[in-house]
């Protein structure tokens, strides 16, 4: 029934923001923490920045100072604000969500991010 729905992906050149948003919808249950994840070809997907239901937030060392990760808790969207984009950035953005009392993992299909000139 849980359905994570992600956009804003694209092509921007390096030093430009982008801004991603997940909603996710078809959960009665309380949503715990969203975060985004990224996948680059070739190499193992990673956490980029996650957010707890009170607001605690964590980051990457790669994008502490250069991304920004808040949540609307009332709609239960997540986004997730870039800036001084790099090429090391390109990949595929995953969000995430852990929800219920069972804390169980919920991830939409991915949105390509490319830093390209």
């Known amino acids: 029934q849980v359905q994570l729905v992600e956009s804003g992906g694209g092509l921007v050149q390096p030093g430009g923001s982008l801004t991603l948003s997940c909603a996710a919808s078809?959960?009665?249950?309380?949503?715990?923490?969203m975060g985004w994840y990224r996948q680059a070809p070739g190499k193992q997907r990673e956490l980029v920045a996650s957010?707890?239901?009170?607001?605690?937030?964590n980051y990457a060392d790669s994008v502490k100072g250069r991304c920004t990760i808040s949540r609307d808790n009332a709609k239960n969207t997540l986004y997730l604000q870039m800036n001084s984009l790099e090429p090391e950035d390109t990949a595929v953005y995953y969000c995430?969500?852990?929800?219920?009392?069972?804390?169980?993992?919920?991830w939409g299909q991915g949105t390509q991010v490319t830093v390209s000139s």
């Open positions: 995430h969500a852990v929800i219920g009392l069972l804390r169980s993992d919920y």
């Open positions: 078809g959960s009665s249950f309380r949503v715990y923490v």
């Open positions: 957010i707890s239901l009170g607001g605690n937030t």
